[in-house]
């Protein structure tokens, strides 16, 4: 029988994914680590074992029923108990109302808001009769408020922070702590220093909110006692405009 104690994090790579993972893999747990695609993974495996720690990847398409409860009891069976699920995958896109397509707008949706659902399901179901565990959301901007070309985006992140809310208010008093954690402001990842490099030309470094910054503050949410535990908790730099 499997015993490790696992830290599950969905939507795993370069940036806030991996970082999570290494944060958990640090305190014991093994990070099993998932994505579409779960070959490239292999660089963020070998980073975890050589720190010491223990890591498996996944590959799997986080929108479909069948391969997240397979996801699960593949986890539980051949690893170990899922004490903590992250689901942190994005769908940023942008795209003028009036030139988005339905398979966009759904896509999107599918991405940023329904595998939230799947995983939050399944996560519950075997978390509930042990009464305890942590089931984190990555939100955004979009969770709060939306912006010109934002609707698909901002619609699935509006939906995923009421799923988080629904299941606080619902598993909080059989033991399973949800939080949901705004990220106001872009990650220090290649893909935004690439792509935005306006965003340290204009405003620097200090810009860019840190990945492992907020690994920690994941984390901590996991470790909080009961008798104080937090919801949502926004993040943001310092010099962000809020």
């Given at each position: 029988?499997?015993?490790?104690?696992?830290?599950?994090?969905?939507?795993?790579?370069?940036?806030?994914?991996?970082?999570?993972a290494r944060r958990f893999a640090r305190e014991g747990?093994?990070?099993?680590?998932?994505?579409?695609?779960?070959?490239?993974?292999?660089?963020?495996?070998?980073?975890?074992?050589?720190?010491?720690?223990?890591?498996?990847?996944?590959?799997?398409?986080?929108?479909?029923?069948?391969?997240?409860?397979?996801?699960?009891?593949?986890?539980?069976?051949?690893?170990?108990?899922?004490?903590?699920?992250?689901?942190?995958?994005?769908?940023?896109?942008?795209?003028?109302?009036?030139?988005?397509?339905?398979?966009?707008?759904?896509?999107?949706?599918?991405?940023?808001?329904?595998?939230?659902?799947?995983?939050?399901?399944?996560?519950?179901?075997?978390?509930?009769?042990?009464?305890?565990?942590?089931?984190?959301?990555?939100?955004?901007?979009?969770?709060?408020?939306?912006?010109?070309?934002?609707?698909?985006?901002?619609?699935?992140?509006?939906?995923?922070?009421?799923?988080?809310?629904?299941?606080?208010?619902?598993?909080?008093?059989?033991?399973?702590?949800?939080?949901?954690?705004?990220?106001?402001?872009?990650?220090?990842?290649?893909?935004?220093?690439?792509?935005?490099?306006?965003?340290?030309?204009?405003?620097?470094?200090?810009?860019?909110?840190?990945?492992?910054?907020i690994a920690e503050s994941y984390w901590s949410l996991?470790?909080?006692?009961?008798?104080?535990?937090?919801?949502?908790?926004?993040?943001?730099?310092?010099?962000?405009?809020?």
């Open positions: 029988m499997a015993h490790e104690k696992v830290a599950l994090v969905l939507g795993a790579g370069a940036g806030l994914g991996g970082a999570v747990y093994t990070a099993c680590v998932a994505r579409r695609r779960g070959d490239e993974l292999a660089g963020l495996v070998e980073a975890i074992e050589k720190a010491g720690g223990n890591a498996r990847a996944f590959g799997v398409d986080a929108r479909d029923d069948e391969q997240i409860e397979a996801l699960f009891e593949q986890i539980e069976s051949e690893v170990g108990p899922v004490e903590v699920a992250v689901h942190n995958i994005g769908a940023n896109v942008s795209f003028p109302i009036r030139e988005m397509t339905t398979r966009v707008y759904f896509k999107v949706w599918q991405m940023a808001c329904f595998s939230g659902f799947l995983m939050g399901r399944e996560a519950a179901a075997r978390m509930q009769p042990r009464g305890r565990g942590t089931i984190l959301f990555t939100g955004a901007t979009a969770s709060l408020r939306g912006r010109p070309g934002m609707a698909a985006f901002a619609g699935a992140k509006f939906a995923l922070r009421a799923l988080a809310q629904s299941m606080a208010r619902e598993l909080g008093p059989e033991g399973i702590h949800v939080g949901h954690i705004v990220i106001d402001g872009a990650i220090d990842m290649p893909w935004i220093r690439e792509n935005f490099p306006q965003i340290i030309e204009t405003r620097g470094e200090e810009a860019l909110l840190s990945p492992d910054a996991h470790a909080q006692p009961r008798s104080a535990w937090t919801h949502e908790l926004d993040l943001r730099p310092h010099v962000e405009a809020w």
